[in-house]
């Protein structure tokens, strides 16, 4: 099966009124929302705060929008309104702080899967193949894994894998063997010890090479793909009857998570059966039978975009 890779550093360079992140997929996903002036709204990734804006707009002065980001720095990008609150955690806990904030359904919740060009901007956290630093790619620094300590304790078959599944690296085997290898020498720590460690065996273009490996290790170190599956869960339970939720992806193995879970409920690739031969059936469905992409114009203003789908669904 192809797969649609989600190499996520920007191309900015024509766009001098961004200085944070510029939102993808904007007008349809606010759009798909179908807003409600006095509803309540969950934006699960707020980082530059663009969709937000957008759903503040469309809400009247009693509605309510709340923003998640496990990201700090995310925090500086919050308007000046009531009617939104900003929640510091990953999304994964959203039913949980929602109840702590006295919210125990809502109208509809957004996602957006991407990483912010802002968090590449900033040498110091490691996400970005343009700089050296440490070996980081934490969203949230309060917690303790890093690429580092993934890079230098993982078995050779836990990266081969690691590398496989979430970066599509071509030789993801032969990866994995020489970075063991070469920690037996000495600890792999910062961005350039990685690049000169495996420099030997990189395969092609070796800027989309590394955008692959810092993908995966991304990826692992955040647990993007665990994290996604507990908040498609807890949104069945928040969603009203008729509430939407949306999510943009960028990589094939997200969106094939999203599809299934809005087509069956569950994560299963086959439809479940239960002993009495009833298939499982969703409380979610999908408002768009394939996925919404970028149009000519979206593309062209911003490179990111190539990659991101957008799917929506509502709850019957």
């Known amino acids: 099966m192809a797969h649609s890779s989600k190499i996520n550093e920007p191309d900015l360079s024509n766009d001098s009124t961004l200085d944070y992140h510029i939102p993808v997929l904007l007008q349809e996903t606010i759009e798909g929302l179908a807003i409600k002036a006095d509803g309540v709204y969950v934006d699960c990734t707020f980082g530059g705060g663009g969709h937000s804006k957008e759903i503040l707009k469309k809400l009247g002065p009693t509605g309510k929008l709340f923003v998640f980001d496990q990201d700090i720095a995310a925090k500086q990008n919050l308007p000046n309104d009531n009617r939104i609150v900003f929640i510091q955690q990953n999304f994964r806990h959203l039913q949980k702080f929602l109840r702590v904030n006295h919210c125990l359904s809502v109208d509809g919740i957004l996602a957006d899967l991407g990483v912010s060009s802002h968090q590449f901007d900033e040498p110091e956290r490691g996400f970005s193949i343009r700089f050296d630093a440490d070996l980081d790619m934490r969203m949230d620094n309060r917690q303790s894994i890093t690429a580092e300590k993934i890079l230098n304790t993982y078995s050779e ?135 919404i992409i970028a149009n000519n114009e979206e593309l062209k203003r911003n490179t990111r975009s190539r990659s991101a789908k957008l799917r929506i669904a509502e709850k019957k």
Do not use: C, W
Not at 214 to 224: K, M, P, S
Not at 226 to 244: D, F, V, W
């Open 157 to 291: 078959h836990q990266l081969h894998k690691l590398f496989e599944m979430y970066g599509e690296v071509t030789n993801a085997k032969t990866l994995a063997k020489t970075i063991v290898l070469q920690r037996s020498i000495a600890s792999i720590k910062t961005i350039n010890q990685l690049k000169q460690a495996v420099k030997q065996i990189v395969k092609g273009n070796p800027n989309k090479y590394f955008a692959q490996v810092f993908q995966a290790l991304r990826i692992e170190v955040n647990d993007e793909m665990g994290a996604l599956k507990e908040m498609l869960l807890q949104s069945i339970g928040l969603l009203n009857p008729e509430g939407r939720i949306a999510v943009i992806t960028f990589h094939s193995l997200e969106d094939r998570v999203v599809k299934t879970f809005f087509k069956q409920g569950n994560f299963e690739e086959e439809q479940m059966v239960d002993v009495f031969g009833n298939r499982t059936v969703s409380t979610l469905k999908s408002v768009n039978k394939k996925p």
